[in-house]
């Protein structure tokens, strides 16, 4: 039986994506430490893109459900642009860093580990996309790093930003090699409905997926 609707792991407090210049504003409580980040895709032909990682301050956002997808979460929902993500997020105010994790994609079956530094009262937001699908992401909203190990079964969300037509023409991953092409659509962050077969699209037999998508680890290494 399929699974939806598994709630975002962490809510971010402040209501909006704002993107407010000045990154020098990450907080001081405490010291430094080193985290480590291990992703394990749970799919069977849903590789996960490298991931992009912020670790912030908590009354900065970088996506909830319910409110627009920043234009920086959007490149990565639907097209795996990291770098945009990256050098978007860099310069937003109580942003301490915006980084990537990983260097390719997250095979279905495979496990990724990647290290960060924040101090314990920061928060952790991740997004990767699901590649074979329209503007399919996973990842973490505004996860406090804390002390000790933390584990989290993620869903899939809906970025709102790009039409579910499923069509290959319209996927940049593997199933479509159509990069960079879009149906626009104005929603909201949601739960993703998954690969429901629309006329003309890719086969939801192969390419559907059942929640959690994948496991996230947090562990203070330090």
């Known amino acids: 039986m399929k699974i939806r609707h598994v709630a975002a792991a962490g809510v971010a407090l402040a209501a ?39 670790v912030h301050r908590g009354g900065t956002d970088v996506w909830s459900t319910g409110q627009p997808a920043s234009a920086a979460v959007a490149a990565v929902a639907e097209d795996a642009a990291l770098p ?33 530094e924040g101090r314990r009262s920061d928060r952790l937001s991740l997004v990767s996309m699901l590649v074979n699908t329209n503007d399919a992401f996973t990842g973490l909203d505004a996860v406090r790093l804390g002390n000790g190990t933390r584990t989290f079964d993620v869903g899939a969300y809906d970025a709102g930003t790009e039409v579910n037509n499923e069509l290959p023409a319209f996927i940049p991953g593997p199933a479509g090699n159509s990069p960079g092409v879009r149906d626009p659509e104005g929603g909201v962050i949601s739960p993703h409905e998954g690969i429901v077969g629309q006329p003309g699209g890719i086969d939801p037999a192969v390419y559907d997926w059942d929640d959690p998508v994948a496991t996230i680890t947090v562990e203070r290494l330090d």
């Open 16 to 54: 909006t994506a704002a993107i407010v210049p000045n990154a020098a504003e990450a907080g001081s409580s405490g010291p430094t430490a080193t985290y480590q980040i291990t992703i394990v895709n749970h799919t069977d032909a849903q590789p996960l893109s490298p991931v992009g990682a912020v």
């Open 84 to 116: 945009v993500f990256v050098s978007t997020y860099d310069q937003v105010r109580g942003v301490r860093s915006a980084s990537v994790g990983g260097d390719a994609p997250i095979g279905p079956g495979q496990t990724i580990t990647f290290e960060l």
